[in-house]
Nanobody, 123 residues
Framework: QGQLVESGGGLAQAGGSLRLSCAAS?????????VAWFRRRPGKEREFVAA??????NTYYADSVKGRFILLRDVASMYLQMDRLKPEDTAVYYC?????????????????WGQGTQVTVAS
């Protein structure tokens, strides 16, 4: 059974940038048709951020990050480039994967999850 491992979290200033990565352990990352990022902000439910298909061609973004975040993937990893960060982007970010090909913002449709990485944006 594969595992997902996030990296790249940390502290950034408002208006700054961070880049998160997600890789697979024990299974080829390319075997996941759809991969995504979710986040849990302090005191809130986990929410969808962005998803991407296997080819890296089709993407789907939450309105809150559209135009600021870019999601990319290659055969080994997935990357979330986060620009123009805001304090409200502060959250634990989770990498997730599903075995279906359709992009989804529903966390319950993702069977594989990483442990999460903390992103803190200071104002």
């Amino acid at each position: 059974q594969g595992q997902l491992v996030e990296s790249g979290g940390g502290l950034a200033q408002a208006g700054g940038s961070l880049r998160l990565s997600c890789a697979a352990s024990g299974r080829s990352f390319s075997t996941y048709p759809t991969v995504a990022w979710f986040r849990r902000r302090p005191g809130k439910e986990r929410e969808f951020v962005a998803a991407i298909d296997r080819a890296g061609v089709n993407t789907y973004y939450a309105d809150s990050v559209k135009g600021r975040f870019i999601l990319l993937r290659d055969v080994a990893s997935m990357y979330l480039q986060m620009d123009r960060l805001k304090p409200e982007d502060t959250a634990v970010y989770y990498c997730a994967a599903r075995t279906e090909v359709t992009l989804s913002s529903n966390q319950y449709e993702y069977a594989y999850w990483g442990q999460g990485t903390q992103v803190t944006v200071a104002s």
